[in-house]
């Protein structure tokens, strides 16, 4: 393997690396919050131990699947479209290779390499693997890396799950007089450091993104506590 191709799989490794990271601080983050919601808004309505439980095991599934199957269709989708542009460039290079090699150039020129330069950078790039640089270069894909639905949707389904645990089992463990002030802390924490994350993660500022996300998880347990509170006292 020769010096460039070795420095672009190693980039595009690491950025891969860092859009799954940060796909992973997103589903635990939508865990948190759904699952959250879901118990302190039947906490709002009962001091079962068994409904609560029952409650957040069904939103922790139900969350964690809904997550894993959105994810699975939409990458799917994706994998399907980038594989009919390759076969339409593979079919382009085979039928008219001259127009493809003009294709290349002009796309490396409008990248800011002189004609000269472009021109022998696509000859080059076409004698070496020609589908590859197309992909690269007009598609914005590498066909060897591209995504795989189901490693999407198991992530999306173990984030989500992760994120949910935390809610489902501070509302369940303390005694029923700790479970809300348990919740709401550790949910909260839980959010500051997702928003956190996924902020440094995509070189954004920290401190606003703590704010965000922990006002949006204060806002949803407020909403669905005041609708428990609201269902338990007439008694539903
Ligand atoms: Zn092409």
């Given at each position: 393997m020769t010096e460039p191709t070795h420095d672009e799989a190693h980039g595009g490794a690491l950025g891969s690396r860092l859009n799954w990271l940060r796909a992973a601080v997103l589903g635990a983050n939508d865990g948190i919050v759904s699952t959250a919601g879901l118990v302190v808004g039947v906490a709002g309505a009962t001091e079962n131990r068994a409904a609560l439980l029952t409650a957040g095991l069904a939103g922790l599934l139900a969350g964690s699947m809904s997550m894993a199957a959105g994810e699975y269709v939409s990458v799917s989708t994706q994998r399907d479209s980038e594989r009919a542009a390759l076969a339409l460039e593979r079919r382009e290079l085979r039928e008219q290779p001259e127009a493809e090699l003009r294709e290349l150039t002009e796309l490396l020129e409008a990248r800011g390499l002189s004609r000269a330069v472009a021109r022998e950078a696509a000859e080059q790039l076409t004698a070496r693997d020609a589908l590859r640089a197309h992909a690269r270069?007009?598609?914005?894909?590498d066909p060897d890396e591209l995504t795989n639905p189901w490693n999407a949707a198991w992530a999306s389904f173990l984030s989500f799950t992760v994120g949910a645990l935390l809610p489902l089992l501070a509302i369940v463990l303390p005694p029923a007089g700790w479970r809300l002030t348990v919740t709401v802390v550790s949910v909260l924490a839980a959010l500051a450091l997702t928003g956190w994350s996924s902020a440094r993660l995509g070189a954004a500022d920290p401190g606003r993104a703590v704010l965000r996300n922990a006002v949006g998880g204060a806002l949803a347990m407020g909403v669905t506590y005041g609708a428990g509170t609201l269902l338990g006292a007439a008694g539903v």
């Open positions: 270069v007009e598609l914005g894909i």
